[in-house]
């Protein structure tokens, strides 16, 4: 499917009619326009053209051999995403344009035409679809806005991808390094599709063997294997009528790779231990960090597969490809974390920015999250320590970068936050901070003297 950032280049016109002296005329006067042509000798060669040339405007004949334009007006659909539909009638057929009007062309002009009248209509067509392209491309920065932060280029020309494709129920396939956000993408998709308000669910292919991934995926029937002591309808079937993200699809097993062949191409699940299939109407958005092309060179993933969820390609561009939204996403986590530590307000000063901005960022938004909660849970008096950051320069890991925070360490950050907000909530009043937390003012003492917070205080 030819997929292009909303609103940029010319508008495309598809000229339908099995009359050539009549598509060159059209042809002629719409290039005079401004508008990219592409000509179809009926309906279904009309169909065949539309996934790869993607018209915001059809021109067709009302009669054609193999398929008319009635039906090809049916087939093309009328939603909010699908091209405008203007009939070309013969003399005579007025009553038929009009029953076009109401099934949902956009308008119709008759033969012969004059030029000024078939323009006159195309220009109310593009101008519509210029507007549709420029609300899409609002809607989908609005959409990835709500799931994530930027404010560079090359996240806003994914946020046009998003709004274009995210109508459109077609299989979707992120790609793109670790921690870089794909499911929050997959999430900005959802919003924007017509199954918004339908279930969303999210299986990590990597996370099971391939038994189990199988019986979680597709559903089981009771005593199917040990364990199986109720029947279950699977992933699958508790997104029908929705959207499933599959993440790390890269990583699924080769036999459930054909069963998952099948869901796609035939929309049918089968239940472990039953006979029957169930059908099902899910959209999928595969997300993974490798690249599936090599896998499948390398026979490790099946390539009737990969075509199937590769037909919208999005990839998501690594923080270091718009290291210009650091500062931004960072004061985000300093916020969050703040909140959530009880530290209170928290003032960066310039040299942790320059860390910011001199790290490379292997881990992507991921490693900065994880990054600024370590910053944050180790402040003190609302002081941050800039040497708590990766230091600056090229690279990475190579350089020793340093784990992420320990369970225990995000554990004690989070208990410190909340002793530093009972005794803010009970003005410096040790006992009733020990009433509030419920807890004893002996306890509370100790917390105390765990975290640093000792320096006295009302009893």
Not at 101 to 115: L, N, S, T, V
Not at 152 to 178: F, I, K, N, Q, Y
Not at 296 to 306: H, I, K, P, Q, T
Not at 408 to 413: E, G, P
């Amino acid at each position: 499917m030819s997929e292009r950032p909303a609103a940029e280049g010319r508008p495309r016109a598809l000229v339908v009619d099995d009359d050539a002296g009549v598509r060159y005329t059209l042809r002629e006067i719409l290039e005079s326009e401004g508008l990219e042509v592409a000509e179809a000798a009926d309906g279904m060669a009309a169909l065949e053209r539309l996934e790869d040339f993607a018209p915001d405007l059809i021109l067709t004949d009302l009669r054609m051999p193999r398929m008319d334009g009635m039906e090809l007006l049916r087939r093309v659909g009328t939603g909010p995403s699908a091209p405008r539909v203007v009939m070309v009638t013969a003399h005579g057929s007025e009553r038929q344009a009009v029953e076009a009007i109401k099934a949902g062309a956009w308008d119709y002009f008759r033969k012969p035409f004059e030029p000024e009248e078939l323009l006159a209509v195309v220009r109310r067509a593009t101008e519509a679809a210029r507007l549709r392209a420029q609300n899409e491309r609002l809607a989908g920065e609005l959409a990835l806005s709500r799931t994530m932060i930027f404010d560079s280029p090359a996240m806003s020309r994914l946020a046009s991808l998003v709004a274009r494709v995210g109508p459109r129920d077609v299989a979707v396939l992120l790609t793109g390094e670790s921690g870089t956000g794909k499911e929050r993408v997959a999430e900005a998709l959802v919003q924007v599709s017509r199954r918004a308000a339908r279930p969303f669910v999210r299986f990590n292919c990597a996370s099971l063997v391939a038994d189990l991934a199988e019986a979680e995926l597709f559903g089981h029937a009771r005593g199917a294997f040990t364990g199986a002591v109720r029947a279950r309808v699977g992933l699958f079937g508790e997104a029908d009528g929705g959207t499933i993200l599959l993440d790390e699809v890269g990583e699924l097993a080769l036999p459930l790779q054909a069963k998952l062949l099948r869901v796609l191409q035939e929309g049918e699940v089968r239940p472990v231990g039953e006979e029957r299939s169930r059908n099902v109407d899910v959209r999928v958005i595969a997300a993974t960090h490798r690249d599936l092309a090599d896998l499948v060179a390398r026979g490790a993933f099946r390539e009737d597969l990969y075509w199937r969820l590769n037909v919208v390609h999005l990839h998501v561009p690594a923080l270091r490809e718009h290291a210009e939204d650091i500062p931004l996403l960072a004061r985000h986590f300093l916020s969050r974390f703040a909140e959530r530590f009880g530290t209170g307000p928290l003032h960066p000063g310039d040299e942790v920015f320059a860390r910011l901005a001199a790290w490379n960022w292997p881990g992507n938004v991921r490693e900065l999250e994880h990054a600024i909660e370590k910053l944050v849970a180790l402040s003190h008096e609302g002081e941050l320590d800039p040497s708590l950051l990766p230091p600056g320069g090229e690279g990475g890991k190579e350089r020793g970068e340093e784990p992420a925070m320990t369970l225990k360490a995000r554990v004690d950050a989070f208990e410190r936050g909340l002793v530093v907000e009972a005794l803010r909530a009970a003005g410096g009043n040790r006992t009733e901070a020990a009433r509030k937390l419920g807890i004893s003012r002996v306890t509370l003492h100790d917390k105390l003297h765990k975290h640093g917070l000792a320096r006295g205080g009302d009893e």
